[in-house]
């Protein structure tokens, strides 16, 4: 009987954990990495879509705007690449980048000019910033 009781006291005695130790397992984000650099592609690619083609009459392009206002706009949305869980990953705040969107909406059926994204990604495959272009460093040079 005692060594039943001591048994059973040994199971809800918590394991000791360092502060490093529980902080590392939750910031080690090795593992999906690579499920993060594809949800920022589709993320990067879905606000292109959304503001390349928002002036577009019909058509492909009208086609690619409507799909990509539904799934950065639309609420709920299941599966592991639905705008929320895509956000919650990259630790984007959803509500917030959808406000900005509207924002940026309004003002360009206003009229008023907006900045869209860049045409390409600076990410390369490496997952580094890419360097500068050559231009950008004659530019420079001619400047100085």
Do not use: H
């Amino acid at each position: 009987m005692e060594w039943e009781n001591s048994a059973l006291g040994t199971l809800f005695v918590p394991d000791v954990l360092t502060p490093e130790q529980f902080y590392d397992s939750r910031r080690d984000d090795s593992s999906i990495r690579p499920v993060k650099k594809l949800m920022m592609a589709i993320l990067e690619d879905a606000l292109r879509c959304f503001q390349n083609n928002a002036d577009a009459k019909s058509g492909s392009r009208k086609r690619l705007f409507q799909e990509a206002e539904q799934w950065l706009c639309g609420e709920g949305g299941e599966g592991p690449f639905s705008f929320e869980v895509v956000c919650e990953t990259l630790g984007i705040e959803p509500q917030f980048l959808r406000r900005g969107l509207r924002e940026w909406r309004n003002q360009q059926l206003a009229g008023i000019a907006t900045r869209r994204l860049a045409r390409r990604s600076p990410v390369v495959r490496s997952g580094r910033i890419s360097a500068p272009s050559r231009r950008d460093g004659k530019r420079a040079a001619r400047a100085s």
